[in-house]
């Protein structure tokens, strides 16, 4: 195994994890910047006012892509499994 190679698994583990996390970050995010900007015109400076809102969040996120996390993430493995049969 080359440096190239060992290289390349780390990005595209990098990639990958940046693939199955992003939507969940997007609408943790997004969430959490609406609940601001309605505590902001509110006046409402409740800290624990955001938490169930981004929680509530998350899990619709991981319900909406928990297909196409399920599916980078077997494509990935498959990879790997694949590049370890070779060497």
């Known amino acids: 195994m080359q440096e190239t190679d060992v290289i390349k698994i780390i990005y595209d583990a990098l990639i990958v ?4 996390s992003a939507p969940v970050l997007i609408f ?3 969430t959490g910047l609406v609940i601001s900007v309605l ?12 938490f169930v809102p ?5 899990f619709l996120a ?3 892509f928990a ?3 399920l599916h980078t993430t077997v494509d990935y493995t498959k990879e790997m499994f ?3 049969a070779r060497f």
């Open 39 to 50: 505590q902001t015109t509110t006046s409402i400076q409740e800290q624990t006012l955001t």
């Open 67 to 69: 297909a196409y996390i």
């Open 82 to 84: 694949a590049l370890i």
């Open 28 to 30: 943790s995010m997004v």
């Open 17 to 20: 994890t940046l693939k199955i």
């Open 62 to 64: 991981i319900m909406l």
């Open 54 to 58: 981004k929680l509530v969040s998350v």
